[in-house]
């Protein structure tokens, strides 16, 4: 028999055993089709776990932001397309971006996109800690996600694509988020990863080596495509096999640089 808890504040859940209730879009699905494996849910009304401040060196979203409330503010435009890719309405109303940090596979489309914005996952307690370095070894993770913080994006310099069979809301076969830093056409520096093309989100490093010093056209970006899926592990399963996402995922990414539809 599953249970729920209310905590009012972050301090009180710390040191406390169960899953957190965030907006319940996956977590619920566990209770009603695995009910043996969450026996305690901990519902947090933190008002601080759904806070958005905007401040001009760093933006931080709080755990229990959702996807809706990312959309909605104009100052997060570019995370936008990125927030809106999680299901309908009724899903982003409730996913939370914390929530999103642990999605499994095939999910996690805004995780990827805070993966290429090189974004830092707080900790309950003050620790910080590199997406990347927590998407890695989330499956061990113990403790409580409250915020995650990242640079603006320069206006221009972040792009989002998912790729999916069931259009607008369907699960994703892939998605791919690009954060650019330009000089005139030319990529100064550059940050991409990649959804679902392994069991977390994934950043294509070869393929970030390869734009670096390029231009933002076909001949320069021929060499990153060639790359684009080393080091990633795209996995056989019902939407796509192996094969398949490796050979489109040069042909996305190509469209995503170029901004094409």
Known sequence: MTTVRTLATVAEAVSERGHVLGGGTLLMREVNYRPETVTEILRITDASLKEIRIEMSRITLGAGVTMAAVAARAELAALAPSARSVGGPAIRNMATVGGNLFAPHPYGDF??????????????????????????????????????????????????????????????????????????????????????????????????????????????????????????????????????RDRVAPVHLSRLLLERS
């Open 111 to 244: 995780a990827a996109a805070l993966l290429a914005l090189d974004a830092r996952v707080h900790w309950a307690g003050g620790r910080e800690e590199e997406i990347e370095s927590f998407l890695a070894g989330r499956d061990r993770a113990s403790g409580l996600v409250t915020a995650v913080s990242f640079v603006p994006p320069a206006r221009g310099g972040f792009r989002f694509r998912k790729v999916s069979r069931t259009k607008p809301k369907g699960v994703s076969l892939m998605s791919i988020a690009a954060n650019l830093t330009l000089s005139g056409s030319r990529v100064e520096r550059a940050r991409i990863a990649f959804g679902a093309m392994g069991p977390t989100p994934l950043r294509a490093k070869a393929a970030e080596t390869a734009l670096e010093g390029k231009t933002l056209d076909e001949a320069g970006i021929a060499r990153a495509l060639t790359v684009a899926t080393d080091g990633l592990a795209p996995p056989d399963d019902a939407l796509a096999s192996s094969w398949y």
